[in-house]
């Protein structure tokens, strides 16, 4: 070190401070306890930043979980959500104790199909449909999905069934509503659809007429689709459920001959007795019912549908007039509106 730009007052001011620590020694093992500590020092500071930064880990983990927990205990489970996703996964299910054609009347001319399993998930309204609710206990209760712990529903349990058609469309397709209610006064489960059974009447072709299960992409484009038909629905007393129908005409009904004079095709003066299951089309009480000629020359017929419920009761019947041949295509069970 250059000490020659120092003065007087710094050289001795230097030579105090040097004899003021000249006798100051270290302690012997100094060296070799700074030579341990120092090592020990720094694992403690990587220890500390460790624990630190798991510390952090586990809050940020916690808290989104004790959130979460606290938002779903405090609500109730939505049973009808819960049959809503067992009927999509189901589809559309038959009653273990209903039989195929049960409490079925029957014409001669008559056609009886069970309903299968559609695809497709529930859920959905059902396409507005003519035809009065005939429910009691109530101004149109709403039903709702089945949730499991509701007893099946029994014969005797479901009443007030209606059976209605539409005036054809643009098309010349028939639609048509059957509507069943529960008139007990307690709830039960409807499980499966009932009997859908067409019949010819008059002129009308029973080798001709035919029915079928709906399904998406047939004829019948107006009616529900088949995912909104439901396996399971719980009727609350007086609520109802419907089945709605398409009837698709194929041919027309075969013209008459001219007869008594007439030679203008018009209609023959003698009305064609027709053998009828019900008093819908005005049977009489032997069980025939009169289908007179059209005044065009077409010979009077027409199909009548009958809806039997599940179990075999209740009936009803909605009639398709002016039609002798055709395909009917009906639903399974839909939530009433």
Do not use: W
Not at 40 to 62: D, E, N, S
Not at 88 to 106: E, V
Request: aromatic fraction near 2%; charge should be neutral.
């Amino acid at each position: 070190m250059d000490l020659a730009g120092l003065g007087d007052d710094e050289l001795a001011l230097r030579r105090m401070l040097h004899s003021a620590v000249d006798d100051l020694e270290p302690r012997t093992g100094t060296l070799d306890r700074l030579r341990r500590a120092v090592p020990a020092r720094r694992a403690r500071k990587r220890q500390a930043a460790v624990g630190m930064a798991a510390a952090a880990l586990f809050i940020g983990t916690a808290i989104p979980a004790l959130v979460h927990v606290s938002h779903s205990g405090g609500t109730e489970p939505d049973t009808a959500m819960a049959g809503q996703s067992s009927q999509a996964q189901g589809g559309t299910g038959q009653s273990p104790d209903q039989g195929g054609d049960t409490g079925t009347g029957k014409g001669p001319g008559s056609t009886s199909v069970q309903p299968g399993r559609p695809s497709g998930k529930p859920g959905g309204k059902a396409r507005p449909g003519g035809g009065t609710t005939g429910s009691t206990g109530g101004v149109n209760p709403s039903p709702t999905l089945a949730a499991g712990g509701v007893p099946q529903c029994k014969p005797a349990q479901l009443g007030s069934a209606t059976g209605t058609a539409d005036a054809p469309d643009s098309a010349g397709v028939v639609y048509g509503t059957f509507r069943v209610a529960n008139v007990s006064s307690g709830a039960c489960t409807v499980v499966g659809a009932g009997t859908v059974t067409p019949t010819a009447v008059g002129a009308a072709d029973k080798t001709r007429i035919s029915a079928v299960r709906h399904a998406a992409g047939d004829a019948a484009t107006s009616l529900p689709d088949p995912s909104q038909e439901v396996s399971g629905l719980v009727l609350q007393p007086g609520s109802a459920y419907e089945e709605k129908f398409a009837f698709v005409p194929s041919q027309g009904c075969p013209t008459t001959s001219p007869t008594g004079g007439s030679g203008t095709g018009g209609a023959s003066p003698d009305p064609t007795p027709t053998a009828s299951g019900g008093s819908a089309d005005g049977a009489g009480p032997g069980g025939t019912a009169t289908q007179p000629a059209a005044e065009d020359g077409t010979a009077g017929g027409s199909v009548r549908i009958t809806h039997t419920g599940q179990g075999g009761s209740p009936s009803a019947t909605a009639t398709v007039p002016g039609e002798c041949a055709g395909t009917v295509y009906y639903t399974g069970v839909l939530a009433g509106s």
